[in-house]
């Protein structure tokens, strides 16, 4: 076939497909807008993280950890020419009001970041007034973020307490270049110099610090040598390199592009199933289109056209509107995009995403076109089974598929689908058990729809109404399209409502699901000789259900004998899996009894008087590749301190009180550096009455509401969960566009059945009931199935996969399936408007 032949075919059937168009445009559209949309805002978010590098990392190199940096090291850096360096320092502390009357101001938590040289080496570190760091600060004086002085009722440059001690607010913080907000912050920004944090005091009295020291290289450095310098701090750290954080500017926020990767596998996921939702629709419409094109295909046959030419030509009018549907998703795309700033406000601050993204852009409509294409492919291998004879013969039917060519088609489906995911993903995983998961879930679907039919064809009618009768006729005759339009919009509805139901667990659990003798607050960083003064003015205060525990902190040196840095593990994953158990700063309790939230699972509690026995949660052990009989080594304050582990715990962490992944025996550790953490249930409505009150007594107390941090938590997932319940949407709207698409693919039907209705003394709105009772009972055996499944998957993922507790709410799933009703009835009976309105004389004179 000659290619001037091929599109002089192609143009000609492709004459009257208008219609058809429209919705296989429009099922193809929605999943490429999602698709494209999400990968574009991901591409951008990764984007402004590396163009931005410089700023987000402050400095060329950083080196961070939770202990200062080795002599030696500092000894290396201080003879690096040309190279400037600033000491950075942050802790969570208390900062207090000054006192109103006889009552203490109030008090909040905050980050607190000390600075010691100039900051920062690149970005715009933008303060009120406007002038550099370093002359607003003093050992007298603070710069904070504005909300601070707004939840403190403090005037610009008033006075707050830091540990105790006076400081006057110098400035106030409008923006930081290192620091992109994701919606959770412990609390508001304080900046305070080095001089400063020396005189308040917090250093010295055992607080949690983060020390970070940032690197400026020679003007015209570039990548390479923030590289190289980088490669060099670590060979100088050598055993200790797992314990630090070494990062370049081309390589910043690792842990924040880290988790975009995986957000963007999982929501990739679920953009790609509305993509293959909208697939299903273009196999209905491509099996409609064909049915019509029987006779035209007999005559191609007849005057010299080959089987395979046929599958050519109808292949090449799929890809053709497979490419112009991609085309229109990836134009919403865009607009999408160009939204996505507006639509983030409240999630992510200070990220440009722009609108025109062309990979993303070329992922959406190489997908697209591919799914376009598997979808068809099995409807369009038909089209050579159409004899010539048919030109004679009108009832000549195409011969069946055999069952070879329908096993290779559902292959090539499965393959397809399998290939799409892992593009989507990049893991092979995830890949295998997104297909293996949509294969049980279209299966379900599709025998509960046959189901449906069979029943709905073998129920008794005599009773009812005569448009009830004709509805759950035209439901169980002989092709009917209600089978892909329930697979759709069943799949539709299951994400959806599982996305919500997760999300809406998981929030019940942080907000309300608090044991009734849980802790309400902890107090941390409690000096030894504070700890009776603290108990004194809690009890006096009201408080409840006190627990304090000693706690020692100490770093793990070896495992079984090997050193820390040799059982990382292989592979960069698994690293960044063991990385934070391996280097974090390890706080060790010593307990004589078992907490009755903690189960032992392995061994005995302090079972042998001959060794230093220890206690380890049975699966940070798993992390640690620690077992019973391992010794543990840990570095306490610079003296080595060995111990046996001789049991495992399970722990029941949502009982909020004090617990620890490592328990130590009694008679170890009481004579090393320790703190002491509390935990206690404060009175209904003085939470911060108290907080204010400690702050006033014991200013170094950290001292965290667990509700606060709940809310806080639980908004930031409201938010996450509202985009994610978005993107799941657009998997209702294809199959929306689906059934709509199906009802309009069949116009001709309809128009005959409502010419014969209307015959019969049916009036508009009869036929209207007609219609709606097939498309509502569509709608509710799609609802009720994917209900039924998005449950299932919720109840899997919050009782074992967060390990929560389940509790049931019926009014979602009714509003699910209502929901799913309302979507099928729309889009029915609006696609069968036309039909609706034709007149019974122009049917009757056609045919």
Known sequence: MRVSFYLRSMARESRGIGGRMVFFVACLAVGVAAVASLAGLSSGLDATIRAEARQLLAADVAVG??????????????????????????????????????????????????????????????????????????????????????????????????????????????????????????????????????????????????????????????RREAEELAARIKEQLGGDAISYQVENFADAQPALRNALKRADRFLGLVALLSLLIGGVGIAQTTRSWLEARMDAIAVLRCLGMRPREVVALYLGQTLFLGLVGSLVGAAASTALLAAAPRLLAGIAREVRIDP????????????????????????????????????????????????????????????????????????????????????????????????????????????????????????????????GTIVALGLGTLVVLAMHLVEAELRRSLEADLPRDAPTAFFVDIQPD???????????????????????????????????????????????????????????AYLAELPEDNRIVAGAWWSDPTLAEASVERDFAGILGAKLGSRLVFDVQGVEVGMTVTSLREIEWRSFRPNFFLVVEPGVLENAPQTRVAAAHLPPGREQEIQDAMSRAYPNVLVIKIREMLEKVAGVLEKVGRGVRFLGAFSVVAGAAILAGAVGAGAVRRGREVALLKTLGMTRVGVVLVFAVEYCLVGLVAGLIGAVGGGILAWAVVTHGMELTWETRLLPFALAVVGSMGVSFLSGTLASARALTRRPVEVLRVE
């Open 356 to 483: 025109f993204q062309p990979l993303a852009l070329l992922r959406g409509i190489v997908l697209g076109v591919t799914v376009a294409a598997l979808f068809s492919f099995p409807r369009i291998l038909a089209a050579r089974r159409v004899p010539p004879l048919r030109v004679l013969r009108r009832s000549v039917e195409p011969l069946p598929a055999g069952k070879l060519a329908r096993a290779a088609s559902a292959g090539l489906l499965g393959a397809g689908t399998f290939a799409t995911a892992f593009v989507q993903s990049g893991s092979l995983k995830l890949a295998a058990g997104f297909t293996l998961a949509l294969a049980a879930l279209v299966a379900v679907l599709a025998l509960a729809g046959w189901l449906v039919a069979q029943a709905v064809g073998r129920a008794p009618r005599r009773f009812t109404r005569v448009w009830v009768r004709h509805g759950l006729a035209a439901l169980a005759r002989p092709g009917a399209d209600a089978l």
């Open 65 to 222: 950890a939770q202990r200062p940096i080795p002599a030696g090291l500092e000894r290396f850096l201080a003879g690096l020419p040309r190279t400037r360096k600033t000491d950075v320092r942050t802790l969570a502390t208390i900062v207090s009001a000054p006192a109103a009357g006889e009552r203490g101001g109030a008090s909040l938590l905050v980050q607190m970041k000390v600075v010691s040289g100039d900051y920062p080496f690149y970005g715009n570190l933008r303060l009120d007034p406007d002038r550099p760091l370093a002359e607003l600060l003093d050992g007298t004086s603070a710069v904070v973020a504005g909300e601070l002085l707004e939840r403190l009722g403090i005037a610009g440059g008033g006075t707050i307490r830091i540990g105790g001690q006076p400081f006057r607010v110098s400035g106030t913080v409008v923006s930081e270049p290192d620091r992109i907000d994701f919606g959770f912050r412990l609390g508001p920004r304080v900046f305070l110099s080095a001089q400063g944090l020396e005189r308040a005091g917090l250093a010295s009295r055992g607080s949690s610090i983060f020390y970070r020291t940032l690197l400026k290289l020679p003007e015209g450095s570039g």
């Open 530 to 588: 504070q700890w009776e003064g603290v108990r004194a003015l809690l009890e006096r205060e009201g408080a409840t259900n006190l627990r304090s525990v000693p706690m020692v902190n100490a770093r793990l040196a070896s495992v079984d004998g090997k050193p820390v840095s040799e059982i990382a593990g292989a592979s960069p994953e698994e690293r960044d899996r063991r990385r934070w158990a391996l280097t974090r700063e390890q706080n060790l």
